[in-house]
């Protein structure tokens, strides 16, 4: 008997609904030194590194499943595993145009950012693309924001991937992709979830003083959202379009620290202020007023406590 149906968080949803104008994807991009990764002739052992990934799979079960929408009325989607899973779709070799360099990793990456995912398959790939300069072999990686947040897509690839150069390869242990439930398990859990609902609703109702301390704790929050003037119109203030340009600032997390430890500040102060920077001239080069103008900007919080789980397991 089935213990649980992992259904969608509702932010889960909400990436996956909007992924639909515009892609919800965390990326990263990393440059790889390649003595392990090329044969003598230059050519990248791709069946190696696919060997190496798919020994660690069963390490993020996220990576081999999809999103299933069952019939209305039976709630909303949630992960199965995938009825066929080829390692083969998902890890790939992308060669480099002759002479490309550091520099030109964000435009060959933003044309792989722009291929959307097929939702038969489980979301995420990984492209392998040699050709830099020294023999390095760079690395991208995209998966949907529905499989992992920031916090979580990091820990996935430390699980993929080993510092070791020659730590060894293990065989892939064997994998059966577990059936979807039956329509009789998803209405007994829509049902279970429903008085799980009704049940926090009425602790509510027969506990109104703790209702109403979390009601004026939220209210400051609350208070300054609504009460707070509008943004400045700029040029910014349109969607962004599959055609923008990418740059690379390179530094050190030393020199961060180190600009974060003078200002008396954190890493996240040094980020925002380099992005805030970097608007602010923006706008200066379009000629378009700065001093008096005010920008809003979304910056994603983590609320997850010490040792929670990682959503990507």
Do not use: C
């Amino acid at each position: 008997m089935r213990t649980s149906i992992d259904r969608l968080t509702p932010l889960d949803r909400l990436m996956l609904d909007a992924s639909k104008r515009w892609p919800q994807d965390i990326d990263a991009l990393a440059i790889l030194d390649g003595t392990g990764l090329l044969d003598p002739t230059g050519e990248l052992r791709i069946d190696v590194v696919r060997a190496a990934i798919a020994s660690r799979l069963h390490l993020v079960p996220r990576l081999r499943q999809v999103i299933h929408t069952p019939r209305r009325g039976l709630r909303g989607p949630f992960w199965v595993d995938a009825g066929h899973f080829d390692i083969g779709d998902h890890i790939l070799v992308r060669p480099l145009p002759p002479g490309t360099d550091e520099s030109g990793l964000p435009a060959a990456t933003e044309a792989l950012r722009r291929e959307r995912f097929d939702p038969s398959r489980p979301l995420w790939r990984m492209w392998l693309m040699p050709g830099l300069p020294s023999g390095r072999v760079a690395m991208f990686v995209k998966l949907h924001h529905s499989i992992a947040d920031g916090m979580a897509a990091m820990a996935t690839l430390a699980a993929l991937l080993d510092t070791d150069r020659g730590a060894p390869v293990t065989p892939a242990p064997p994998w059966t992709p577990t059936p979807p439930p039956s329509d009789r398990e998803l209405v007994d859990d829509t049902v279970r979830r429903h008085l799980h609902a009704a049940e926090r609703a009425g602790r509510l109702l027969i506990r109104p003083g703790t209702t109403l301390r979390h009601a004026r704790a939220a209210w400051p929050a609350i208070r300054e959202i609504v009460a707070e003037e509008p943004a400045s119109r700029t040029s910014l203030d349109q969607m962004v379009g599959p055609d923008r340009s990418l740059g690379v600032i390179r530094s050190t997390l030393d020199e961060v620290k180190a600009a974060a430890h003078a200002h008396n500040a954190t890493l996240n102060d040094v980020l925002l202020a380099l992005t805030a920077g970097g608007l602010r001239a923006v706008l200066r080069g379009r000629g378009e007023p700065v001093e008096a103008t005010t920008i809003r900007a979304y910056v994603p919080v983590s609320l997850r406590r010490g040792g929670a789980p990682s959503r990507a397991t």
